[in-house]
T-cell receptor, first 115, second 114 residues
Framework: GAGVSQSPSNKVTEKGKDVELRCDPISGHTALYWYRQRLGQGLEFLIYFQGNSAPDKSGLPSDRFSAERTGESVSTLTIQRTQQEDSAVYLC?????????????FGPGTRLTVL | DQQVKQNSPSLSVQEGRISILNCDYTNSMFDYFLWYKKYPAEGPTFLISISSIKDKNEDGRFTVFLNKSAKHLSLHIVPSQPGDSAVYFCAARSSGGSNYKLTFGKGTLLTVNP
């Protein structure tokens, strides 16, 4: 079956512009996660969705960042008024649930470059 | 404050020899540990995990060891193969309400030379 897909794979934007990143999770996965990886750093948790529960937004670095998910399907991460420090690879992951082994399946990421 | 540390940014080994990747953590609430492998331009893929109630977990050529008293874990790959060349991330999860959150180290780039 298909894995987690993300689009676009690369995005170059000018400082101050808004960007929208998309994630298609594995069908049937109820949990969806967004992470960010800046150059030379580990993956940094941003936000978590589980079914119809309220998302955990505790990792979002500022109010310029927001994310939505419709039911148990597609999610979009929006960054408003982008800054150069937002340049990173944004990774999406999904899993069946959060208990037990909690194996998260990752997409290939979107490389965002803010000029 | 880095709660999961991978102090070696890179490691180079010869094909057929053992690769040992190390990871240290500071949060005593972590109860589950995972290793992910990442090739360039791909997302991380799950490799192996260990619960804090164990001190060893083995899966084929991959073995993870956990030393809770030292807050240290290691991934052993034997024998190493050129296809193992990738970045390896150590990750940890804590018990409790936010047990879905994984905390990652910065990764170690493993190069296996033919």
């Amino acid at each position: 079956g298909a894995g987690v897909s993300q689009s676009p794979s690369n995005k170059v934007t000018e400082k101050g512009k808004d960007v929208e990143l998309r994630c298609d999770p594995i069908s049937g996965h109820t949990a969806l996660y967004w992470y960010r990886q800046r150059l030379g750093q580990g993956l940094e948790f941003l936000i978590y969705f589980q079914g119809n529960s309220a998302p955990d937004k505790s990792g979002l670095p500022s109010d310029r960042f927001s994310a939505e998910r419709t039911g148990e399907s597609v999610s979009t991460l929006t960054i408003q008024r982008t800054q150069q420090e937002d340049s990173a690879v944004y990774l999406c992951a999904s899993s069946f649930r959060t208990s037990g082994r909690n194996e998260q399946f990752f997409g290939p990421g979107t490389r965002l470059t803010v000029l | 404050d880095q709660q999961v540390k991978q102090n070696s940014p890179s490691l180079s080994v010869q094909e057929g020899r053992i690769s040992i990747l190390n990871c240290d953590y500071t949060n005593s609430m972590f109860d589950y540990f995972l290793w992910y492998k990442k090739y360039p331009a791909e997302g991380p893929t799950f490799l192996i995990s260990i619960s804090s109630i164990k001190d060893k977990n083995e899966d084929g050529r991959f073995t993870v060891f956990l030393n809770k008293s030292a807050k240290h874990l290691s991934l052993h790959i034997v024998p190493s193969q050129p296809g193992d060349s990738a970045v390896y991330f150590c990750a940890a999860r804590s018990s409790g309400g936010s047990n879905y959150k994984l905390t990652f180290g910065k990764g170690t780039l493993l190069t296996v030379n033919p």
